[in-house]
């Protein structure tokens, strides 16, 4: 669809060109096959684009030894499809020149644990980092300057062509997640998987997967085992519903890991937590268990506060997580507690952040939790659909950290347009341009950017059934997220950004990602 020359698309921002001046650069033909480092998303902190190119050849091979071999053996696997290439890894430590693709992790303080450089010329490909988690992301990189064909899951005709040049790359801020709420609807291990797949390719880091609410509970407890048997057993509408087993989580943990993508389990409570109440009448107040609950109202249910067994409930449950969990995070959730006291509700989540600290995890919540005292390694993740929050502000002030998933920015569940088919109106619309026209460093008023963590862009599933529901509200404003947590604040531009974004689109095709084709991206075809 789109009538931009690719000439055009690479003039962006960030772009220089190498041994040329501005006038020579525009003249030089860039060859067909080749990406332009101005497609990539997100934009890297320097990139600057030569004139050769390199061509990936079928007998190339990969040098990845020590450190960068598991990476290695992953660039060569998303590879093989496409080129139909037998791509093999070198695991010895020393690249041979022979082996044009080289990945070496090396000390470089100066790129962190995330940052990488790539370096392109006519005979190699070499990616450095400083950690292991910087290659993969480099590799995020690469895959992206090659053509969107080497996305297809069949081999396809080539030729694998890369322009020269060098990238230079790092994150600004550390939390880049997305969140999946597996708890109104059910979504199986595979699903799970295919969306750490589409999530890592825009180097998010985290994904904060919703375990419990009122409709289910989604993950085998030993100690209290009717929370998945029967707490487990619908959904909302109605549906079977289902739950994964420690072996499965575990599974997903470890798939994730493989990708560099932390998991971060969630127990949504003292709130959103029929589905325990209606499992075990102890949790209740009053000692009877209600019904389970497949609607979508929120704020009718909580856990009591008063009980001592609530507590030991809670012990175990995170005891069980955090045996499961490598990650440093528990959710512990906490929105919309609207038939908890605010009294009760302060003393609850004070409670519940030291059980998470007993078991070595870090606690974060929804801001909500911002009112109750809490530990200072305590984080809150931000939901509210106005910058300005009192309680908010307080609480940086004393120095909690926030991750910022603004409603009316971030939510993934929002519709595009009132004539989206699927998703939620009620925090607004958000079109492709409004989910990247903000600053996560200057969104919160009144508090200093050096406590915002970074992004996440939640999925609630009320109205999301399959992975291609997922994928339809995930893209492109996932990868507007994840540009807005990984890029340098001065390559923001929706003008040059739109075109970036506009390269991902045969990507997603290649891939079957079902994308929102939104009229304000000049899609490439
Ligand atoms: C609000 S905001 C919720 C969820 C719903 C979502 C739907 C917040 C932390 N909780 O319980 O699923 O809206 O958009």
């Not at 220089?16 to 525009?26: E, F, I, P, R, S």
């Not at 419990?212 to 509408?237: F, H, K, M």
């Not at 079977?240 to 943990?253: E, F, H, L, R, S």
């Not at 993934?412 to 619309?429: E, F, H, N, R, V």
């Amino acid at each position: 669809m789109s009538t931009i020359p690719r000439r055009l698309v690479v003039a962006a921002a960030a772009i220089t060109m190498l041994g040329t001046t501005g006038a020579a650069a525009q003249a030089a033909p860039v060859k067909p096959k080749a990406v332009p480092y101005a497609s990539v998303v997100p934009a890297p902190a320097s990139a600057t684009q030569a004139s050769s190119t390199f061509t990936l050849g079928s007998g190339a091979r990969i040098a990845a030894g020590g450190q960068a071999a598991s990476v290695g053996d992953y660039l060569a696997g998303v590879l093989r499809p496409a080129t139909g290439f037998a791509l093999p890894v070198d695991h010895s430590f020393i690249a041979r020149a022979v082996d044009p693709i080289q990945l070496t992790v090396a000390p470089n303080a100066s790129l962190g644990d995330e940052g990488y450089q790539l370096t392109v010329n006519g005979a190699s490909v070499v990616l450095t980092a400083n950690k292991p988690a910087g290659l993969f992301e480099g590799v995020q990189t690469l895959r992206q300057l090659l053509p969107a064909s080497i996305d297809a899951s069949t081999k396809q005709p080539g030729p694998w062509t890369i322009q020269g040049g060098k990238i230079s790359d790092h994150p600004r801020f550390g939390y880049r997640g997305a969140m999946l709420d597996v708890a109104r609807h059910f979504f199986g291990v595979d699903t799970v998987k295919t969306y750490i797949d589409e999530i890592a390719r825009y180097k998010v880091n985290t994904l904060h997967l919703h375990l419990s609410d009122d409709q289910g509970w989604r993950l085998q407890i030993n100690s209290w085992p009717r929370l998945a048997t029967y707490g487990g057993s619908t959904e909302v509408g109605g549906g079977a519903g289902g739950y994964y087993t420690q072996a499965q989580y575990k599974d997903i943990v470890a798939y994730a890991a493989s990708r560099y993508i932390t998991i971060i389990p969630e127990i949504d409570m003292p709130g959103h937590t029929n589905a325990a109440l209606a499992s075990y009448a102890e949790l209740n107040c009053n000692g009877v268990a209600p019904p389970l609950y497949t609607g979508t109202d929120v704020g009718f249910s909580t856990l009591c506060v008063s009980k001592d067994v609530t507590y030991k409930f809670l012990d175990d449950v995170i005891g069980e997580i955090a045996a499961l969990t490598p990650g440093p995070y528990i959710h512990i959730g906490g929105d919309e507690s609207q038939s908890t006291t605010d009294t009760d509700y302060k003393t609850f989540v004070g409670k519940v952040q030291q059980i998470v600290a007993n078991h070595g995890k870090i606690a974060i919540g929804w801001h909500d939790i911002s009112k109750a005292a809490l530990l200072p390694s305590t984080i809150g993740q931000y939901w509210d659909t106005t910058p300005t929050n009192a309680a908010v502000q307080a609480a940086a002030k004393k120095g909690t950290h926030f991750v910022l998933s603004p409603a009316n920015l971030a939510y993934l569940d929002m519709k595009y347009t009132s004539s989206t088919p699927l998703g939620q109106d009620w925090a607004g619309l958000i079109e492709a341009k409004t989910a990247y026209n903000w600053d996560p460093g200057k969104y919160l008023t009144g508090v200093d950017a050096n406590v915002v963590n970074g992004v996440e862009g939640p999925l609630w599933t009320e109205t999301i059934v399959k992975l291609a529901d997922i994928q339809y509200m995930a893209f492109p404003r996932l990868a507007e997220l994840a540009e807005l947590g990984w890029s340098q604040a001065a390559t923001h531009d929706w003008n040059t950004f739109k075109n970036r974004l506009a390269a991902q689109g045969p990507r997603w095709k290649a891939q079957g990602v079902n994308f929102y084709a939104s009229p304000q991206v000049p899609w490439v075809k």
